[in-house]
């Protein structure tokens, strides 16, 4: 998987056939449902035109889509959790487009509980071979590692040589955990097994400028059995005795509105601010006849702890958290959630100053020092043959009534910046530099 695919979600999911219409063919469906709930109007003669596959990004925005019956049965296996392969999204970083970054494929990220999770692989490592029945094939492009591991048989074991070290690792089905923590002297991992979920504990000194209290938690997306695994890393938090939370959202493009509601109860249940019940509301076209729908505060469940209150943010502590303009949708949401309630300030916002060089590569200039800026939702219905269409269907708007589409939240807002070369390195000198900069304040 190519890196820096950004999910971009904040989805629900409708019912196939709400109106109970009958159509003549997928297309008739698909332009009735577009044009009753699709956010903005569209002229029907252009979806025919365009045809079912070419519809996103020409007729309607980047966000919706067609999918077949297969390439739906594979999205939702995805979203729940269920994996296959070895867990890692790669980019090409040329030649001096990074300070100190020498040129070369590296590895952005590494899905939890993955193959490459498991074997030891980290983002920031640059992949400079591979090697497989003792043969070693150079690494040099984007498409020389994708061929190489396409050409694994699945439980076939081979090496990925980095200039970190060495791994053994083969091709696999997981349940991808998308949730993590640290503190100066260990790292939290959510693994999935036999046994079903746990948390395994990993003396390391990878974090050990944290400060003793604090505890580093990122969240990838939001998907899974993400609500369950933040809940349980909390609860691992308040045992510890932690009093500051640095959340990363950074790179995490969103997933699923009951996620964000879910996550969203951990962090608000124990502060002063009275009726946490709402985590966001949406407005839709108003010839949808949806008009203007709640998102409530929920708790997470199946969660069961032997203390009430034991998986919940306390509220003496102070949050900080880490955005950059890969930070979209549902994770927006959950920024709007804390401010909106009193969990976090602008101020304890930090957004990326990304370098010239990645945002001239990139393209994304418009968008640095800031979210993402996406504050509008998407809803999935299903057509009784299995083929789905994804349509964005409103604008979404935190509880105190901001909405951030287009625009998300930086430096005009008050947001702390942080200078980064790359969203990814191995060292994550942006998380260093943030975290001197709090010890300074304190």
């Known amino acids: 998987m190519i890196a820096l695919p ?23 469906w698909a332009s009735a449902y577009i044009q009753k709930y699709y956010y903005e109007s569209v002229d029907p003669d252009d979806v025919r035109a365009a045809g079912l596959e070419n519809l996103s990004g020409n007729v309607l925005d980047i966000y919706s889509r067609y999918y077949t019956a297969e390439e739906y049965r594979s999205t939702q296996a995805s979203n729940s959790g269920s994996r296959s392969g070895i867990g890692v999204s790669y980019q090409l970083i040329p030649d001096g487009a990074a ?18 999770s498991r074997a030891g692989l980290r983002a920031g490592e640059r992949i400079i071979s591979c090697a497989c029945g003792g043969e070693e094939y150079a690494v040099e492009d984007t498409s020389d590692f994708s061929a190489f591991v396409s050409a694994r048989k699945t439980g076939e074991s081979f090496t990925v040589l980095t200039d970190r070290g060495s791994y053994t690792l083969a091709r696999e089905d997981y349940t991808m955990s998308y949730a993590f923590m640290a503190t100066d002297d260990a790292v939290y991992n959510v693994v999935y097994g036999p046994d079903g979920r746990q948390i395994e504990r990993e003396e390391s000194d990878a974090y050990a400028f944290l400060p003793e209290g604090t505890a580093y938690m990122a969240l990838s997306q939001f998907y899974g059995n993400a609500p369950d695994e933040i809940a349980e890393l909390f609860s691992v938090y308040n045992s510890l005795g932690c009093d500051r939370l640095m959340f990363d959202l950074r790179n995490n493009g969103g997933g699923y509105v009951s996620a964000m509601q879910q996550i969203g109860s951990l962090f608000v249940k124990n502060y002063p601010q009275s009726g946490h019940t709402l985590a966001g509301y949406a407005e839709y076209k108003p010839s949808s006849g949806l008009g203007r729908e709640d998102f409530a505060i929920e708790s997470v469940p199946n969660f069961s702890l032997a203390a009430d209150g034991e998986c919940y943010l306390p509220a003496d502590s102070s949050v900080t958290v880490l955005a950059n303009n890969g930070t979209a949708s549902a994770s927006e949401a959950l920024i709007g959630v804390l401010i909106s309630y009193g969990v976090a300030d602008y101020s304890d916002i930090w957004v990326s100053d990304l370098s010239e060089g990645y945002l001239d590569y990139t393209g994304t200039a418009e968008k640095n020092c800031r979210t993402y800026g996406k504050g509008i939702m998407q809803s999935t219905f299903v057509y009784y043959t299995g083929e789905a269409l994804k349509l964005t269907v409103a604008k979404i708007y935190w509880p105190n009534g901001v909405c951030i589409h287009d625009r998300g939240i930086g430096e005009e807002q008050g947001c702390n910046v942080a200078p980064a070369e790359w969203t990814y390195t191995y060292a994550d000198e942006e998380l260093q530099f943030v975290v001197s900069q709090l010890s300074e304040q304190v």
Do not use: K, R
């Not at 989805?11 to 008739?28: E, Q």
């Open 6 to 28: 950004l999910a971009l979600a904040l989805i629900v999911f409708a019912s196939c056939m709400p109106d109970c219409g009958l159509y003549l063919s997928t297309l008739d």
């Open 99 to 116: 300070e100190g970054i020498e040129g070369g494929v590296y590895v952005a990220s590494v899905s939890g509980n993955s193959p490459a």
